[in-house]
C-alpha cells in the first residue's frame, strides 16, 4: 500500500499574495468549500495577524469546513502565534504554521538577529503554538540557501518543542531539482528525532522548477506538499496542485505514495479560483488549460481514435473535463438552478438572495442559449458583489464605432445614490468608455493589465474580463463578465476602483509590506 502523501493547499493564503488576487471572506469560503470537496487535507487559510479582514476570513472558514484541517501562518512571534491561535479555535482540526527566516542573508539584513537568537524564537513560538493547539508546523524560511548545519539544528530543537511537521521552503525559487532532493535526504538522515516529524515541502516557481522540486523532495522522503490551485502565488507563483496530484497519481511506477484527492474536482477547482482571482488560466497549462487534452496534429488525432493512451497518458475525465456539460437554459426553473448552485458548492443565505441570482440566471439565459457551470461561477461571483456596500455602479452604456469614425461611448455610473453620466471617444470602444469611467471617478492610477477570457464556447459566450489596477502603493484587481465585451469591460473597471475605494490593507507575512 502507498504512503499517504498530505496535501496542504495554500491558495487562501499565499495565492491571494499575488498582486490583486485579494479575496473577500466570503469568497474565501466559496474556495473553501471546494478544496474540502476535492479532500484537501490541509487548507492554510489566511495570515490572521495580516488585518482584521484575514482574522475573520479565517474564522470563518474554520467554523465552515469540517473534513479538512484548517491552518493559520503565524511569524514566530507571541502575538502573531496567540492571533493564528484564535483564528482556528472554531476549527474541527487546526494547526499554527510558525516560521522565520534562517539564511544568512535573511538573517543578517531582514531580522537583524543572530543565528542563536532565530533559534531561540523558533523554539520559542513552537512551545507556545503547541500549547495551544495540538499540531504545530514549522518552516524555516529561505531553506534553500541556509547553511545545513544550522538547519539540523534548528529543526532538531523545533521538533523536540512539539513541532509534528517540518515545512522546507524554496522562498525564491532557487533550487534545482537535484539539489533539492538530496538536500531533503540529508536532512532525513542527520536529523536525529527526523522520524518524529513528517517533512514537507513549500517551492516557489522564479525559474520555473517548483513543481519539479516538490516531486523531488517527495522522491526523498517528503510526505506533504504545499501547494495552490493554478500555481498561483507571489512572483512566478507556487507549485500547482493539479500538476503535482496528476505527476504522481499518473506515475505509480516512480512514486512510493498517493494522495486521496477526488481528482474529478480539479477542474471545477481551477475555474472557481480563476473566476474569484482574476487569473485567467492559460490555454496550454498541464492538467487545466483548455489545451490540455486537445490534439491538433493528425498524426495524434488518429492514434488516439486507435487507441487512446498512444498520447493521452491520463483520462481527460480523471481531472473533471468531462463534468464541464451543459446544465441549464432558459426554460430552466428555480429548483433546477438552486440544485445545481448547490452542487457547484453555492449555497444562499436566504431566498432574497436566491431570487436575486436567479434573476440574473434568466436575464443571462435570454441573452445565451445554454449556460454552463463556468457561467453559474460567474453568477456566484456577482450574487457576493451585490452583497457587499459598494459606493460606484455600473447603469448604462451607450456605444459607437463606425469604419473611418472615431469610437464614442456614452456612459452612466451610479456613485453614491446619484447617477453621473459621461460621454468620451478613444482609440477603440474599450478606450474610449474606459476614458469615460476616468471623467467620473478621476484619479491617479495605472492600468496595469487588461485581460479578455472567454468563459465558455461559442459566439454568444460571456466574455470575462479582467483590469489589473495601480494607485499609489496599492494593486488590485478588477473583473467583469457580459455576453458584451466592452460591458464586461466596464463592469471589470468599476470593480477594481471600489476595491481602490476600500481602502483595505494587509500585510505581507514575509516582507511586512501592505498588499
Not at 12 to 20: I, M, N, T, V
Not at 190 to 207: G, K, T, Y
Request: include cysteine.
Amino acid at each position: 500500500m502507498s504512503d499517504h502523501l498530505i496535501i496542504f493547499d495554500t491558495t487562501l493564503r499565499d495565492g491571494e499574495q499575488s498582486p490583486g488576487a485579494s479575496m473577500t471572506a466570503q469568497e474565501k469560503i466559496r474556495i473553501a468549500r471546494q478544496l474540502e470537496k476535492l479532500r484537501v487535507d490541509v487548507i492554510e487559510a489566511g495570515f490572521p495577524a495580516a488585518s482584521v479582514g484575514d482574522f475573520e476570513a479565517v474564522e470563518m472558514v474554520s467554523a465552515e469546513v469540517a473534513d479538512s484541517r484548517i491552518c493559520g501562518l503565524a511569524r514566530a512571534n507571541p502575538s502573531d502565534v496567540a492571533r493564528a491561535g484564535e483564528a482556528i479555535r472554531e476549527a474541527n482540526a487546526g494547526r499554527i504554521h510558525t516560521f522565520i527566516a534562517t539564511s544568512p542573508i535573511h538573517m543578517k539584513a531582514k531580522l537583524r538577529m543572530s543565528p542563536d537568537e532565530v533559534l531561540e524564537r523558533a523554539v520559542s513560538a513552537v512551545t507556545q503554538a503547541r500549547n495551544l493547539v495540538d499540531d504545530v508546523e514549522f518552516s524555516p524560511e529561505d531553506a534553500g540557501r541556509s547553511d545545513e548545519d544550522f538547519l539540523c539544528r534548528i529543526i532538531e530543537a523545533v521538533i523536540s518543542a512539539g513541532a509534528r511537521t517540518i515545512n522546507i521552503p524554496d522562498t525564491v525559487g532557487y533550487t534545482m531539482p537535484n539539489q533539492f532532493g538530496d538536500m531533503f535526504a540529508r536532512l532525513l538522515d542527520r536529523i536525529p528525532n527526523a522520524d518524529q516529524a513528517i517533512f514537507s515541502v513549500h517551492c516557489h516557481n522564479d525559474l520555473g522548477v517548483a513543481v519539479a522540486n516538490s516531486l523531488a523532495a517527495v522522491q526523498s522522503g517528503a510526505r506533504q506538499v504545499e501547494c495552490t490551485i493554478n500555481g498561483l502565488g507571489e512572483r512566478a507563483g507556487n507549485a500547482s496542485l493539479e500538476e503535482i496530484v496528476m505527476a504522481i497519481r499518473t506515475r505509480q511506477d516512480v512514486f512510493t505514495c498517493d494522495t486521496r484527492l477526488d481528482s474529478t474536482q480539479i477542474l471545477t477547482a481551477s475555474r472557481l479560483v480563476s473566476s474569484i482571482t482574476g487569473f485567467p488560466v492559460q490555454p496550454n497549462k498541464a492538467i487545466v488549460g483548455a489545451n490540455a487534452f486537445a490534439h491538433e496534429a493528425g498524426i495524434h488525432q488518429d492514434g488516439v481514435l486507435k487507441q487512446r493512451d498512444t498520447y493521452e497518458i491520463m483520462r481527460a475525465e480523471d481531472v473533471g473535463w468531462a463534468a464541464n456539460q451543459i446544465v441549464l437554459g432558459k426554460h430552466s426553473g428555480r429548483n433546477a438552478f438552486r440544485e445545481r448552485m448547490s452542487a457547484l458548492n453555492i449555497e444562499f443565505e436566504n431566498d432574497a438572495d436566491l431570487s436575486e441570482a436567479f434573476e440574473r440566471f434568466k436575464e443571462l439565459a435570454d441573452k445565451k442559449h445554454e449556460i454552463f457551470d463556468d457561467d453559474l461561477q460567474v453568477l456566484a461571483g456577482e450574487s457576493d458583489l451585490g452583497n457587499r456596500v459598494e459606493s460606484l455602479k455600473y447603469v448604462s452604456l451607450k456605444i459607437f464605432s463606425e469604419t473611418g469614425a472615431i469610437p464614442t461611448a456614452d456612459l452612466m455610473i451610479e456613485s453614491s445614490g446619484k447617477n453621473l453620466h459621461a460621454h468620451a471617444t478613444g482609440d477603440g470602444l474599450v478606450d474610449a468608455a474606459f476614458k469615460a469611467v476616468e471623467m467620473i471617478v478621476p484619479g491617479d492610477r495605472t492600468l496595469l493589465l487588461y485581460s479578455v477570457n472567454a468563459i465558455t464556447a461559442g459566439s454568444d459566450s460571456q466574455g470575462e474580463v479582467s483590469v489589473r489596477l495601480q494607485e499609489e502603493d496599492r494593486i488590485v484587481n478588477g473583473q467583469g463578465a457580459d455576453t458584451d465585451i466592452v460591458v464586461a469591460s466596464v463592469k471589470a473597471y468599476v470593480n477594481g476602483l471600489n476595491k481602490l475605494q476600500s481602502g483595505q490593507t494587509k500585510m505581507n507575512p514575509q516582507s511586512g509590506a501592505t498588499l
